[in-house]
T-cell receptor, first 110, second 112 residues
Framework: QKEVEQDPGPLSVPEGAIVSLNCTYS??????FMWYRQYSRKGPELLMY????GNKEDGRFTAQVDKSSKYISLFIRDSQPSDSATYLC??????????FGDGTTLTVKP | SQTIHQWPATLVQPVGSPLSLECTVE??????LYWYRQAAGRGLQLLFY??????ISSEVPQNLSASRPQDRQFILSSKKLLLSDSGFYLC???????????FGNGTRLTVT
């Protein structure tokens, strides 16, 4: 079993929709949680970085961590065609080791 | 701000040929540096990481090696490429244990 499992998708939504991207993890040592956006043929770009349970908002993006259920989510409000990309969730231990999900490909249709 | 330079962006090499991919970073000192490989439609596989000059840790035994000759330079090499070495190679840095990874824009390697 992978330590970080991500909904595989692909996900296709109309422009303006609310998008929910989800991951679960199994390692209780994970303390830091990240979401990356990766456009085709580019490296992953850090979107959100959170520590511990709760919500963190940045513009149209909200990252949510629920440590009790080992569940992490990324919500995108008012989705745009430019949001079309692969989204990767990741988790770090205190020792700094990063573990990634396999990514969810999102398409936002105009 | 931190910047990661990787080159070349795309590379096509025959089986059995050598490989050298270079990564240089700016805007930070003494970073932890990483090489990842991403196969098509797959997640990120950690290949090597380095916490300092000359210090290399290998995560996966394979046909590849890494070196860190300078604080801000990280090199991925192979003496003889295999078809299975094809993939998207990403260099990444972390400026502290608690900080997230930041990635370069990668090199897409096709071994023919």
């Amino acid at each position: 079993q992978k330590e970080v499992e991500q909904d595989p998708g692909p996900l296709s939504v109309p422009e303006g929709a609310i998008v929910s991207l989800n991951c679960t993890y199994s390692n209780s040592a994970f303390q830091y949680f990240m979401w990356y956006r990766q456009y085709s043929r580019k490296g992953p770009e850090l979107l959100m970085y959170t520590y511990s349970s709760g919500n963190k908002e940045d513009g149209r993006f909200t990252a949510q961590v629920d440590k009790s259920s080992k569940y992490i989510s990324l919500f995108i409000r008012d989705s745009q065609p430019s949001d079309s990309a692969t989204y990767l969730c990741a988790a770090n231990t205190n020792a700094g080791k990063s573990t990634f999900g396999d990514g969810t490909t999102l398409t936002v249709k105009p | 701000s931190q910047t990661i330079h990787q080159w070349p962006a795309t590379l096509v090499q025959p089986v059995g040929s050598p490989l050298s991919l270079e990564c240089t970073v700016e805007g930070t000192s003494n970073p932890n540096l990483y090489w990842y490989r991403q196969a098509a439609g797959r997640g990120l596989q950690l290949l090597f990481y380095s916490v300092g000059i000359g210090q290399i840790s290998s995560e996966v035994p394979q046909n590849l090696s890494a070196s860190r000759p300078q604080d801000r330079q990280f090199i991925l090499s192979s003496k003889k490429l295999l078809l299975s070495d094809s993939g998207f190679y990403l260099c990444a840095l972390k400026s502290g244990t608690d900080s997230p990874l930041h990635f370069g824009n990668g090199t897409r390697l096709t071994v023919t």
